[in-house]
């Protein structure tokens, strides 16, 4: 299994705004450490965003399926 998110993240102590891409997969999770795939990426993305935040910034995490529909919306 493998998923994509995307971070987006602005202001604060960030100087311009940031698209961070994040792909996900099974074979990344270790074994034990979380119960299934969405723990993990739950965690994996809560992390993510934390580095963000601690600039102060204000975050929003997409799903693939989610960045596809604004960039189409978009682009009109």
Known sequence: MSK???IIASGGY???PVVD???LTEK???EG???DFEEY???TLNEARATYEQYMATTIIL???EMKEIV????G
């Open 28 to 30: 990344e999770m270790l």
């Open 63 to 65: 799903s693939e399926a």
């Open 33 to 35: 450490e979380f119960e």
């Open 41 to 43: 990426a739950e965690d």
């Open 4 to 6: 994509k998110f995307y």
């Open 21 to 23: 891409e994040i792909e």
């Open 14 to 16: 960030l100087p311009k």
């Open 72 to 75: 189409a919306n978009f682009k």
